[in-house]
Nanobody, 125 residues
Framework: QLQLVESGGALVQPGGSLRLSCTGS????????IGWFRQAPGKEREGISC???????NYADSMKGRFTISRDGAENTVYLQMDNVKPEDTAVYYC???????????????????WGQGTQVIVSP
């Protein structure tokens, strides 16, 4: 069974940093584009960033500068580094995967076919 497992969510103070992980269980992420999304209470799911197998990245304009996506093939994991977090970053963070063996770009629209269960991030003093 193809599963994505997110981890790393926590309670963090404003201005702090956090690194979220997304690990493939039961399959290799090598030929998948991976996206990170978040959903705050009462709001729609929004795209943060994505990365192709060739390490090409894409970011939502509002996320540039504070969020960094990366992938580690050996660990079968994609990371989302969050810096200088703000209370408005409080949300459940999801990763998602879509099969694309030779992509030239990736999308931050929530059109992916495989989703994780999410990890909670709370930014509060």
């Amino acid at each position: 069974q193809l599963q994505l497992v997110e981890s790393g969510g926590a309670l963090v103070q404003p201005g702090g940093s956090l690194r979220l992980s997304c690990t493939g269980s039961g399959f290799s992420l090598e030929n998948y584009i991976i996206g990170w999304f978040r959903q705050a209470p009462g709001k729609e799911r929004e795209g943060i960033s994505c990365v192709t197998s060739g390490r090409r990245t894409n970011y939502a304009d509002s996320m540039k500068g504070r969020f960094t996506i990366s992938r580690d093939g050996a660990e079968n994991t994609v990371y989302l580094q969050m810096d200088n977090v703000k209370p408005e970053d409080t949300a459940v963070y999801y990763c998602a995967a879509e099969w694309r063996p030779r992509p030239t770009f990736c999308t931050i629209l929530p059109t992916y076919s495989i989703w994780g269960q999410g990890t909670q991030v709370i930014v509060s003093p």
